[in-house]
């Protein structure tokens, strides 16, 4: 019996960015299928557009994962895929499956014997790890540290502490709003000498990507307000 593929395709983090951070393959695949699994529908519309999509909006087959729901038909969603059709999963992270519900998917495509094709994009997780200059065998994202000050306080110190002893790097997001608030809180709980890197609105034309010391962040104001940024702990032995 024929079976379709599961195809994991990436789609730009920046605006104005498609044709530099996507290969060709992407562009050629979307004209390919019409059926398509996605984190945020109108997002992902938008994105086929300015890709070069030629098959008509009103002909493609739409399942939204939403991050929200619970007990979500993954097995439907992926039923055509028997059939010998192949779909594609789109998220709003670039790359799918990576800090991105669209993992569950994947693992269901896997149980059924379905195969998965991910395809080349950009994540920012590994675009801060490449930047930071840190150990890039052994890291860790957190994605959003705990919301209560005290236990935040601790979660940074015991990152701090994990990182010295393992040589490990820790990466971790927070709202944009709050990108100062968290800023702050590092510089007030973290010494001197632990290292931060700050990867913010990554692959645009505005991009702020600097590493320095805690001690010497005291002595900076990074433009990170409201804007998209990745945070990098190291400690150095």
């Given at each position: 019996?024929?079976i379709g593929k599961l195809y994991l395709i990436p789609c730009s983090i920046s ?150 002893k393992e040589n490990h790097t820790h990466l971790f997001i927070e709202t944009p ?61």
């Amino acid at each position: 019996m024929l079976i379709g593929k599961l195809y994991l395709i990436p789609c730009s983090i920046s605006e104005g960015t498609l044709d530099q951070v996507l290969p060709p393959q992407v562009f050629s695949l979307i004209n390919q299928i019409d059926e398509y699994v996605v984190e945020n529908e109108r997002t992902a519309r938008r994105f086929l557009k300015e890709a070069g999509l030629k098959i008509p909006q009103d002909k493609l087959i739409i399942h939204v994962l939403d991050k929200h729901a619970t007990n979500l038909p993954y097995q439907k969603f992926l039923r055509n895929c028997l059939s010998g059709k192949s779909i594609g999963l789109i998220s709003e992270a670039g790359c799918p499956a990576v800090a991105d519900p669209g993992s569950e998917l994947v693992l269901a495509a896997h149980k059924l014997q379905i195969p998965v094709i991910p395809l080349v994009g950009p994540s920012s997780i590994l675009l801060a790890i490449m930047s930071s200059g840190f150990n890039g065998q052994a890291f860790t994202f957190h994605g959003y540290l705990p919301f209560d000050k005290i236990l935040r306080s601790k979660k940074l110190k015991e990152l701090e502490q994990h990182s010295r002893k393992e040589n490990h790097t820790h990466l971790f997001i927070e709202t944009p709003f709050r990108n100062k608030q968290i800023f702050d809180e590092i510089l007030k709980n973290c010494l001197g000498s632990t290292l931060l890197s700050i990867c913010c609105d990554v692959t645009s034309s505005e991009q702020y990507i600097h590493t320095y010391s805690i001690g010497e962040w005291k002595k900076i104001t990074p433009p990170i307000e409201k804007r998209p940024a990745i945070f990098t702990l190291y400690c150095p032995n």
